[in-house]
DNA sequence: GAATAGATCCGC
DNA sequence: CGGATCTATTCA
C-alpha cells in the first residue's frame, strides 16, 4: 500500500532562521540553497528566485579580484552579512557574504517573488528599489539580534533550478554560477 | 587628473 | 540603442 505523502508536510510550523553556518560554506553551494529562502526585511517578504555566485580574490568578475577596497571591505569578514553597493551610479546591488572570515565571497540576489502582492522583482537594481535597500544597509548582520535588520527564514523548499552564466560581466562569463528557480513555488 | 568600464534599468 | 551618473582602476 502506498503511503500518501503530503508535499508541504515538511515545511517548519515556525520560522527558521538560517545560522551563520548555512553561509559559512562554498559560496556556489550557498547560492544555490538561497533559492526558495524567505526573505524579510522593511515589512516586505519575498522568496529568493535568483542568485549569482561571486567568488574570491581568483574570480575575475568578483568585486574582491583586484584585493581589498573600502566598498568591498565587507566581503573580506565573516559570513552571513550584507554587502551592498551602487552600481552605474542609480542603482544597488543586495549581496550576502559567504565563507570564511578572509574569503572575499559573495552572492548576488537577483530575483524575489512577493507572495503577498504577487509582485516579481526580477533584477538587482529593481528588487533593491522595492525594498528601499541602500549602501546604508550594507554590514547588516542577518543571524544577529537586531529587529530591524534583514532576516532569512528557511522555507523548507528546495526548488528546481537552472544554471547559466552570470549576466552583465565579460570576465568569468564561462562560469555556469547564476541560478534561476524554473517552476512555480 | 582625465578617461573608461561596470554584477542596471527604462524609454524611445 | 542611449542616457542617467557613482566607484574603482588605468593611464598620463
Known amino acids: 500500500m502506498a503511503r500518501a505523502k503530503p ?20 559560496t556556489v553551494t550557498v547560492a544555490k540553497n538561497l533559492l526558495g529562502k524567505l526573505l524579510s526585511f522593511n515589512g516586505h517578504f519575498g522568496l529568493i528566485m535568483e542568485t549569482e555566485a561571486y ?13 581589498i577596497t573600502k566598498r568591498n571591505a565587507v566581503m573580506y569578514g565573516p559570513p552571513g552579512h550584507t554587502y551592498v553597493y551602487l552600481i552605474y551610479g542609480m542603482y544597488h546591488c543586495l549581496n550576502f557574504v559567504t565563507e570564511a572570515k578572509g574569503k572575499p565571497a559573495a552572492v548576488l540576489i537577483r530575483g524575489l517573488y512577493m507572495p503577498k502582492t504577487d509582485l516579481w522583482l526580477d533584477g538587482p537594481g529593481k528588487l533593491c528599489r522595492h525594498l528601499g535597500i541602500t549602501r546604508d544597509h550594507t554590514a547588516m548582520d542577518l543571524c544577529g539580534d537586531d ?9 523548507g523548499l528546495r526548488p528546481k533550478f537552472d544554471k547559466t552564466p552570470r549576466i552583465g560581466i565579460r570576465q568569468g562569463a564561462d562560469k555556469l554560477w547564476r541560478f534561476v528557480v524554473n517552476s512555480k513555488i
Open 7 to 26: 508535499i508541504s508536510k515538511s515545511a517548519p510550523a515556525k520560522p527558521v532562521r538560517l545560522t551563520r553556518d548555512f553561509f559559512d560554506a562554498p
Open 55 to 67: 567568488v574570491g580574490e581568483n574570480d575575475p568578475a568578483c568585486h574582491a579580484a583586484r584585493g
Open 147 to 155: 529587529p530591524s535588520a534583514m532576516r532569512l527564514i528557511d522555507t
